[in-house]
């Protein structure tokens, strides 16, 4: 255990050294941080197991995008914690935010992974059902509300992100950044199906290297997270890719399309539209186009529109929608605004 101070206060972090020898663990969080762990998991495989009874740690993976998020997070660990009576170790991006309170039986575990390591077993840990999802079910239908990637092979190609978005914590709760080599990861591309690139925010360097690839050895590929801005700068390669067919999903967050709501998030209006241009361009192609939205943004007591639902499912995919939170926690409030989007 450390004690630390980051941008949200002191507090304790635990680290992966200090759980017992048998790890349960299971993720409410996004790809990133539920590769993250399956990644030291499959270096560790000894060490994990699915019986929650016979584990000497439970771990669950948290996430703060939202007070719903956070709120889930913690009614996960809550079960878990009445289930066996035992403390919760509590990973992910919420583990880092110490201006968080989180119940006494909860402790905070910092960033687990192994850069470079294979994923070769993903059922070492749970995956929770998206909660925002009624009555979810398992699926091979990429389309599925709650199924977006959620079959592929994550391959780990970076972590963190360099982005100065107003509304995100990103950049301070994923750990130490990293980016990995496309050419040294070629040979575990191609040992599995449905591969997806797998990073906070890829590089433009990486979506270059990674379509040659995948254009070289013809085998198709989808990409998550690239922001507009690096869609923009790698327009050429990434409409190559999809041309000659190896482009399945392309997903880029645009999280807006109002110029007004865009500056004020800190994100370039240009960059966004030129983007959506080259989406659906690229949709035109054949490719899967997905993104990501915040509704019901709020700023400085003013409330902004939401794009049009029939527009999204009309201009895209696959869409995912957050409703826009101000980073301070209540638990009161999001057990309220929980009932009002969820149900």
């Known amino acids: 255990m450390e004690k630390v101070k980051n941008k949200f206060g002191e507090g304790d972090l635990y680290q992966i050294s200090d759980l017992g020898q048998k790890i349960y663990a299971t993720s409410c969080a996004c790809m990133s941080v539920w590769s993250d762990f399956l990644s030291w998991a499959n270096a560790n495989e000894n060490r994990m197991t699915k019986d929650i009874n016979e584990a000497d740690s439970i771990v669950v993976l948290g996430c703060q995008v939202t007070d719903l998020s956070i709120?889930?997070?913690?009614?996960?660990?809550?079960?878990?914690?009445?289930?066996?009576?035992?403390?919760?170790?509590?990973?992910?991006?919420?583990?880092?935010?110490?201006?968080?309170?989180?119940?006494?039986?909860?402790?905070?575990?910092?960033?687990?992974?192994?850069?470079?390591?294979?994923?070769?077993?993903?059922?070492?840990?749970?995956?929770?059902?998206?909660?925002?999802?009624?009555?979810?079910?398992?699926?091979?239908?990429?389309?599925?509300?709650?199924?977006?990637?959620?079959?592929?092979?994550?391959?780990?190609?970076?972590?963190?992100?360099?982005?100065?978005?107003?509304?995100?914590?990103?950049?301070?709760?994923?750990?130490?950044?990293?980016?990995?080599v496309a050419h040294n990861q070629i040979e575990e591309f191609l040992r599995h199906d449905n591969v997806v690139l797998i990073s906070d925010s890829p590089t433009v360097d990486q979506i270059k290297d990674w379509c040659k690839i995948a254009c070289d050895y013809k085998k198709e590929i989808s990409i998550r997270n690239i922001e507009p801005q690096t869609l923009v700068a790698c327009e050429k390669e990434v409409l190559e890719l999809a041309m000659k067919g190896y482009l399945h999903i392309l997903h880029c967050p645009v999280q807006s399309f109002d110029d007004e709501v865009l500056k004020i998030m800190n994100r370039s209006v240009p960059m966004t539209h030129k983007a959506l241009e080259i989406m659906r361009k690229?949709?035109?192609?054949?490719?899967?186009?997905?993104?990501?939205?915040?509704?019901?943004?709020?700023?400085?007591?003013?409330?902004?529109?939401?794009?049009?639902?029939?527009?999204?499912?009309?201009?895209?995919?696959?869409?995912?929608w957050n409703p826009y939170f101000d980073g301070h926690w209540d638990i009161d409030k999001a057990k309220q605004r929980f009932k009002k989007y969820i149900g």
């Open 282 to 320: 690229v949709r035109s192609l054949g490719t899967l186009i997905a993104t990501n939205i915040i509704i019901d943004y709020t700023y400085d007591g003013q409330n902004y529109p939401n794009y049009e639902r029939e527009l999204l499912k009309r201009d895209f995919d696959y869409y995912s």
């Open 71 to 180: 709120l889930n997070d913690i009614e996960v660990a809550w079960r878990l914690h009445k289930e066996t009576g035992k403390d919760v170790y509590m990973g992910g991006c919420l583990a880092q935010r110490m201006d968080i309170e989180l119940p006494e039986y909860i402790k905070r575990l910092d960033v687990v992974r192994v850069i470079n390591q294979e994923i070769n077993n993903r059922t070492l840990i749970d995956y929770e059902a998206p909660f925002w999802v009624k009555d979810y079910e398992e699926s091979d239908d990429d389309l599925r509300e709650g199924n977006l990637f959620r079959n592929y092979y994550p391959l780990k190609i970076g972590a963190g992100c360099h982005g100065k978005c107003k509304y995100c914590t990103i950049k301070h709760t994923r750990g130490i950044t990293y980016t990995t």
